[in-house]
């Protein structure tokens, strides 16, 4: 059975550093398109960013480009999401989403694993 288990969320005030881990556990994955997402109070799971397992291809979406970056390390079988600077407006609920196609897609339907998500709040 696979799981997805997200850790790192929590308090942070803005323009502090945050690391986020998703360890993926119960079979591996070689070329399978990861991602992350999130999802404010009253607002749809939105995009983060993405990567493939066993490749250097990474997406972000325009909000967080040049400010977070996705990391796969496939030894471990973890991925995480850094940032060095963070904002008010990152305060969310944050999954890691593991697809069983290569496709890193920007929608939610394409990934079938999901993680139950760990909550960031950015306080000002």
């Known amino acids: 059975q696979v799981q997805l288990v997200e850790s790192g969320g929590g308090l942070v005030q803005a323009r502090n550093p945050l690391r986020l881990s998703c360890a993926v556990s119960?079979?591996?994955?070689?070329?399978?398109?990861m991602a992350w997402f999130r999802q404010a109070p009253g607002k749809e799971r939105e995009f983060v960013a993405g990567g493939r397992w066993g490749g250097l291809t990474t997406l972000y979406a325009d909000s967080v480009k040049g400010r977070f970056t996705v990391f796969i390390r496939e030894a471990r079988n973890t991925m995480s999401l850094q940032t060095d600077t963070v904002e008010p407006e990152d305060t969310a609920v944050y999954f890691c989403a593991v697809s069983e196609n290569s496709d890193i897609s920007r929608d939610p339907s394409n990934y079938q694993y999901w993680g139950k998500g760990t909550q960031v709040t950015v306080s000002s």
């Open positions: 119960g079979r591996d994955f070689y070329h399978n398109a």
